[in-house]
């Protein structure tokens, strides 16, 4: 046997049902977050179960430390600009001018 190198998240069982909307709102539930989950959801995220972490259920990208004022798609599209989620439900024009907003290594 191969030892995982990392804990399995505690929500992996549940991937499937995070591929829609429904199931990452569900995700957030009894949650405290600073963003409203259904922006979370509509964006991709679902809750890790970890303080305010969250998760794209397509790329996988983590997010944290989210700040009231932030946008998920917003942050999605600047460290994550590769998802094919974030491209399909946003396009590349958008994710560009994200993008362009936060030129690299200004975090
Ligand atoms: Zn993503």
Redesign the pocket.
């Known amino acids: 046997n191969v030892p995982l190198q990392t804990p399995r998240p505690r929500l992996n069982g549940q991937r499937a049902s995070m591929e829609t909307f429904e199931g990452r709102l569900e995700s957030f539930r009894d949650r405290q977050h600073p963003i409203d989950p259904e922006r979370l959801a509509r964006a991709?995220f679902y809750s890790t179960g970890e303080q305010d972490q969250v998760l794209?259920?397509?790329?996988?990208?983590g997010l944290k430390t989210w700040r009231p004022e932030e946008d998920p798609w917003e942050e999605?599209a600047r460290h994550?600009p590769g998802?094919?989620?974030?491209q399909a439900e946003k396009g590349e024009e958008y994710v560009n001018s994200v993008q362009l907003r936060y030129p690299k290594g200004d975090h």
């Open positions: 991709g794209c259920f397509r790329c996988g990208g999605h994550y998802c094919s989620f974030l």
